[in-house]
């Protein structure tokens, strides 16, 4: 489990491949679509292909990744890569922080320099956290895998070893989305003896049936979550179908066609982006394209895809019967635009919730969408854990 510093370097031919192959896409035609009813319209698609194909410069942005601190370990055979930034201040906290899909590591770019050196983003000094932002197992550079079946409560395990085997800290905090949520809440059930806290932007909560809620779960100060939920199922529903039930079916198309894989991406960012259908208001057409292309220069959009599957035929056991779940210390932040909301009387019977904040406004992607409220929540709640 030694660590190795690691650099990022992709080899030239597989940057060659790509491009031949966005030079080479079969345009299918696109009738009526201007609204997105039918899925990604062809001319939005077209233009961030040719940017990807004539304009987008690969060895820019991976010299801007170069300029943070790469590592790469074997952990239980799986090799795992993350990025590590000292924190600034007298006793900076170990926080860990997990992405989701189709996020990458990158999606906390944001939030790194004001997270790990607050005086010099107008923050408290004792407010320094020290971060390790790990790449799912099987995502990015957390590749290839050795074997499959990896779920979010293996991955949870994952990241216990590697901050107190590997890096040393006897004491953490934790923080995710997406499926970071989930890892995040099983490092709260499993290990609450060392862990300090852990922070959620999408409630994760372990043992939850989402799909049993209903409109009267929720409270007066809740009003319109509801609505909110159901509207976000046409979005997540095709997805959340193929990854669980077949993913290596569609692994062959979004592995061999860029311009398939960047559609299949884009759809997604757009639709849990809190950006009223202008997604490029939020992110640089170059972050897309970095997103993009970690996930197809590493060849791991298939290995991604299968996290959803090998959690749904595994699920999380609990390790033991104490109650809530989740004994660690929890925040949730609710972004009133991501894909779940849950109230909050529900979630307290699920995790020993200590701070539950309702932003004013974001969605799905919080560090990368609102760095700024979600730099503030985590401040504000491990302040008082430290």
Same mark, same amino acid.
């Given at each position: ?5 690691? +650099?990022?370097?992709?080899? =030239?031919?597989?940057?060659? @491949? $790509? %491009?031949?192959?966005? &030079? /080479?896409? #079969?345009?299918?035609? *696109?009738?009526?679509? +201007?609204?997105?009813?039918? =899925?990604?319209?062809?001319? @939005? $698609? %077209?233009?961030?292909? &040719? /940017?990807? #194909?004539?304009?987008? *410069? ?329």
């Amino acid at each position: 489990m030694k660590p190795r510093r690691f +650099e990022i370097a992709i080899p =030239g031919a597989a940057l060659d @491949e $790509l %491009r031949t192959r966005l &030079e /080479r896409v #079969r345009w299918p035609g *696109d009738l009526d679509n +201007e609204d997105w009813a039918y =899925g990604v319209p062809e001319p @939005e $698609l %077209r233009a961030l292909v &040719e /940017r990807w #194909r004539d304009a987008y *410069d690969w060895r820019a942005q991976e010299a801007a990744l170069n300029r943070l601190e790469h590592w790469r370990a074997e952990i239980d055979g799986l090799p795992i890569h993350w990025v590590r930034v000292p924190g600034r201040g007298p006793d900076p906290l170990p926080l860990i922080l997990t992405h989701g899909w189709p996020w990458t590591f990158n999606d906390f770019a944001r939030v790194l320099g004001p997270l790990s050196d607050p005086a010099a983003h107008g923050g408290d000094p004792a407010d320094a956290f020290e971060l390790v932002v790990p790449s799912l197992p099987g995502f990015g550079f957390s590749s290839p895998l050795p074997r499959a079946g990896i779920t979010a409560p293996d991955t949870a395990d994952l990241w216990d070893r590697l901050m107190r085997d590997v890096l040393g800290f006897e004491r953490y905090a934790a923080q995710g989305g997406d499926w970071g949520a989930l890892v995040t809440a099983v490092i709260g059930h499993r290990f609450a003896d060392h862990v300090v806290g852990v922070h959620e932007s999408l409630p994760g909560f372990l043992g939850l049936d989402y799909d049993a809620l209903g409109p009267d779960d929720f409270g007066p100060d809740e009003a319109g979550w509801w609505d909110h939920v159901q509207g976000m199922r046409q979005h997540i529903t095709s997805h959340m179908a193929v990854h669980s039930l077949d993913p290596q079916t569609l692994t062959y198309a979004l592995h061999d066609s860029p311009a398939g894989w960047l559609a299949w991406m884009l759809e997604r960012r757009r639709a849990w982006t809190d950006c009223d259908g202008e997604l490029l208001r939020v992110y640089t057409p170059d972050e897309l394209l970095t997103a993009a292309s970690i996930y197809w220069l590493t060849g791991t959009i298939g290995s991604s895809l299968r996290f959803y599957a090998d959690n749904a035929r595994r699920p999380w056991q609990p390790s033991h019967t104490r109650q809530p779940p989740c004994e660690a210390p929890t925040a949730i932040a609710v972004f009133p635009r991501d894909v779940l909301l849950v109230p909050r009387r529900i979630a307290e019977r699920h995790a020993n919730i200590r701070r539950w904040t309702v932003m004013p406004r974001g969605g799905h992607f919080a560090p990368a969408e609102q760095p700024g409220l979600l730099v503030d929540d985590l401040r504000a709640f491990f302040r008082e854990l430290r």
